[in-house]
């Protein structure tokens, strides 16, 4: 067995720590444990690289015991990650132990995290062994670790749950041992704050030689307390959080690191605790991590949620546009996103519409924003909310007015499982009717197809969505079309109980926009 000895985070982190929190991720383990989060090794090495960059301190890559492709990634991650501890979770077993040191062999600096339940029920009926054989597991083990590295963490697994007295004479002897960490597992989220808090000063009172190890948290989130705890932890003395990206993890999951780190920053009045954390850097993380396990954000999530820095109510996007600071209290730059959302819907006000419409370049007299605004209302009122192309065409609208030098005069097509798609087409352009029939990759596609030979153009078809107003079988579809032409975009919308009515409805309400348009920029005569 080699003795690979390095110069010691912890010890460094200990003696610079004062109101420094240590930030140990463990996304890439205890965040995989979450049912259906499994990700391959690229996609770890890329959530590591990201964390990396966003100078997290402490890196749990996985638990090289537990599969080759766990031992690969925390391998390859070891090889890549120079600026953070990587580290590797093993049981109180010398085969865990021997398989993390062996993965974590190319890392920078390593730490092999080795844990054992300590509680009576773990005691008891997992692990089948008493108070004496535990501990002796305890010596064991972290004796074992500090043979590959100086940068060993002991956990007490279910430590708030375990008899003070024995939970001191553990975390002195995992001291005794080796530890430079020792970690309070709150492991099934069933602490509350100021008990969780009284836990760890009860430690630092009562274990006697505490100040040779850094005091870690790992906080479960089953009763929505995970970061309360952390925090309370922090206040009574310890210095290293584990969290996890988004809060993913076992069962309801783990403390979330971006509401730590914005706890600390945003309340610094109150929490004195500072992380290296790039704070610009969450929202990065947050959708690198959603997007690679497929769990989505909940939109309303502290920090990363969709809605955490969006304003649908007109008294708070009135009060956000005069000062942000009235109804946030942080910045969304802090947390990497480019500004505040404006959600437009049923609950908005005047200020934010006219705001809106500025943003998407049109500046409307008070007449025409009041009359537009009526009409926003009433479509809000349908839907649930309204986007940025609902709006374009409620003004689009007010612009074309009532030039509709193209009608729909009838409209046939045929499709099916047997037959290509097919459709014929009866248009009335400036009063005179014009057929045509294509045949297309699906219905809406022969309907275009048909309009097209008849109105030829070549504007692109920048958007085609479509969305429902009403709920059921019987939902009123609305279409949005968007065209592009020669810099200008046009917003055509349609809604009817047939989306494919809806869409040629849509698409000939753009073109008779983009005619208006044409018209005004240079006077011409319509090819058809
Ligand atoms: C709170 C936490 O998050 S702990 C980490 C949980 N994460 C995981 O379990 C994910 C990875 N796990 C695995 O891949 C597998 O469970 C393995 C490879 C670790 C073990 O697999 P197996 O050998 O098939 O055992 P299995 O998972 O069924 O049972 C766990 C065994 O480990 C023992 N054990 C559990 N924790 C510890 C510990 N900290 N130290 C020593 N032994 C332990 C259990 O008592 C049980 O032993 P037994 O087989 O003698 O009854
Ligand atoms: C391994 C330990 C730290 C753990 O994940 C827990 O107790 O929840």
Not at 270 to 299: C, E
Not at 307 to 334: R, W
Not at 500 to 525: D, F, H
Request: glycine share 6%; charged share 25%; hydrophobic share 40%.
């Amino acid at each position: 067995m080699s003795n690979q000895t390095q110069a010691h985070p912890a010890a460094s982190i200990r003696e610079a720590i004062d109101d420094n929190v240590v930030i140990f991720d463990t996304t890439l383990r205890d965040g995989e444990q979450s049912p259906g989060c499994s990700m391959t090794t690229p996609e770890k090495i890329r959530v590591a690289e990201t964390l990396e960059a966003m100078r997290v301190d402490v890196i749990e890559a996985g638990f090289p015991i537990a599969s080759e492709g766990d031992f690969e990634a925390v391998n390859e991650i070891s090889k890549r990650i120079k600026e953070s501890v990587v580290c590797g979770l093993a049981r109180a077993a010398a085969g865990d132990i021997d398989r993390a040191a062996e993965a974590l062999k190319p890392a920078a600096r390593r730490r092999i995290h080795t844990f054992i339940g300590t509680s009576p029920l773990h005691r008891e009926f997992q692990l089948q062994l008493d108070k004496e054989q535990v501990h002796q597991r305890i010596i064991d083990s972290v004796s074992r670790a500090r043979r590959y590295t100086d940068d060993v963490e002991w956990s007490g697994m279910d430590a708030s749950r375990t008899e003070h007295d024995y939970l001191f004479r553990c975390v002195e002897t995992a001291i005794n041992c080796g530890a430079t960490t020792i970690n309070i597992p709150d492991t099934v989220g069933y602490a509350y704050p100021e008990e969780f808090a009284d836990l760890i000063r009860a430690i630092l009172n009562n274990v006697p030689n505490i100040d040779k190890a850094v005091l870690s948290v790992h906080c479960h989130n089953d009763l929505g307390l995970a970061t309360a705890n952390s925090i309370l932890a922090v206040k009574a003395g310890a210095r290293q959080i584990e969290c996890t990206i988004n809060g993913i993890g076992e069962r309801a999951g783990n403390t979330a690191l971006e509401e730590v780190v914005m706890a600390f920053k945003t309340r610094g009045d109150l929490l004195p605790f500072k992380s290296r954390i790039v704070s610009q850097d969450i929202m990065k993380a947050s959708r690198l991590v959603s997007a690679i396990t497929g769990f989505k954000v909940q939109p309303n999530k502290a920090i990363v949620g969709a809605n955490a820095f969006s304003h649908e109510s007109g008294i708070h996007q009135d009060g956000v546009l005069k000062n942000a600071a009235t109804y946030e209290i942080m910045k969304p730059e802090d947390v990497g996103l480019i500004k505040t959302s404006l959600v437009m819907g049923k609950h908005s006000g005047r200020h934010a519409f006219k705001k809106k419409l500025e943003e998407l370049g049109y500046v409307l007299g008070d007449n025409a924003l009041n009359e537009a605004f009526i009409r926003f209302k009433a479509l809000a009122d349908k839907k649930k909310e309204v986007f940025d192309e609902d709006i374009v065409a409620l003004v689009d609208d007010e612009i074309a007015g009532e030039s509709q030098r193209i009608r729909i005069k009838d409209l046939d097509i045929v499709c099916g499982t047997k037959r290509r798609p097919h459709a014929e087409i009866v248009l009335e352009v400036d009063g005179q009717d014009h057929v045509a029939s294509a045949d297309g990759d699906g219905p809406v596609d022969s309907a275009f197809r048909c309009v097209q030979s008849i109105v030829a153009h070549k504007a692109e078809l920048e958007v085609f969505t479509i969305n429902a107003i009403t709920e059921g079988i019987d939902a009123q579809a609305t279409v949005t079309v968007r065209l592009a032409e020669g810099g200008k975009s046009v917003v055509g919308q349609a809604a009817d109980t047939d989306i494919v009515v809806a869409s040629i409805k849509a698409y000939v309400a753009a073109l008779n926009k983009l005619l208006v348009k044409r018209e005004r920029t240079a006077p011409a005569a319509l090819s058809a």
